[in-house]
């Protein structure tokens, strides 16, 4: 694939899989951020962009389908990377009797969970944290994409897993969309590449297909493997439009029209719904 005119980088997609990802590879583990680079009122407006609607209903879904699938009821343990605001920690506590842990990379994060959820997480990067068979389910809401390399993150995820524990998570997936796009910026040889870029920006390195997830699930030592494409969207309609370049009367327009397609379920499938097991 060539690289874009615009911004300089390369998409590479499996032939074998269907994953696309950034072309340029880097394994130095994620930083922390102290309030000084990302301030609490930073981050907290980041939340506010979040699309709520539906986002409590999801995690009820997969948290339930989980508990069922470790047959264990109240006191679960569960521990979420890259928890956020604490938001599906606290639901996770006081819906369903879990008792919950979680980390952070964001200093400014760790202090919002504890502020309004009354959520105490762990200030670092999975790795250095050195849990092992200690929990339940681990869950990771659109944290995989983000992450400089994958296989440690989901490694380290295994490691903390008891025997017959499940992994759930969600990540965004490569739709016929996104092949489109890439077909196009391949024949423009990069100039036309806004979708792309769009969808494969700095901050998201990786679109899974079901295909490459249960590949590199099973690879790294998990068993039942499910991926599940689903139409769910983390950020609002017009944000998402405001990025594509829409402005002024014609955003408006847009995102009153996308939203009544996510509602229906008519809009592109953006996410892959992942649960895995740990070996008994």
Not at 78 to 106: I, K, M, P, Y
Request: with cysteine; glycine share 10%.
């Amino acid at each position: 694939m060539p690289a874009s005119r615009a911004t300089g980088r390369t998409i590479v997609t499996c032939p074998v899989c269907g994953m696309s990802a950034h072309g340029e590879y880097d394994d130095a583990p994620p930083q922390v951020v102290d309030e000084e680079q990302i301030t609490p009122e930073l981050y907290a407006a980041y939340v506010a962009a979040k699309r709520d609607g539906g986002r409590p209903e999801v995690w009820r879904e997969m948290l339930g389908a989980s508990l069922g699938l470790v047959g264990t009821g109240r006191g679960t343990r569960v521990f979420d990377v890259g928890a956020g605001d604490g938001g599906f920690l606290q639901l996770a506590r006081d819906e369903f009797g879990c008792e919950v842990f979680g980390n952070e990379t964001s200093a400014a994060a760790v202090r919002l969970a504890e502020e309004r959820h009354a959520v105490q997480l762990e200030l670092g990067d999975l790795g250095t944290l050195r849990h092992r068979d200690e929990f339940d389910i681990v869950t990771m809401w659109c944290v995989l994409a983000h992450v400089p390399n994958g296989d440690h993150l989901l490694a380290d995820a295994l490691t903390m897993l008891r025997p017959g524990g499940c992994l759930v998570l969600q990540t965004p997936h490569r739709t016929f969309a996104d092949k489109a796009a890439l077909g196009v910026a391949k024949a423009t040889d990069g100039r036309v590449t806004k979708v792309s870029d769009r969808r494969l920006p700095t901050h998201h390195r990786i679109l899974h297909t079901p295909a490459s997830m249960e590949l590199q699930l099973t690879r790294l030592g998990y068993t039942d493997v499910v991926a599940t494409p689903k139409a769910r969207y983390s950020l609002s309609s017009e944000l998402y439009l405001y990025f594509a370049g829409l402005r002024g009367r014609a955003l408006k327009a847009g995102s009153r029209v996308m939203d009544q397609f996510v509602d229906r379920g008519l809009a592109p499938r953006i996410v892959l719904d992942v649960t895995a097991r740990k070996p008994v």
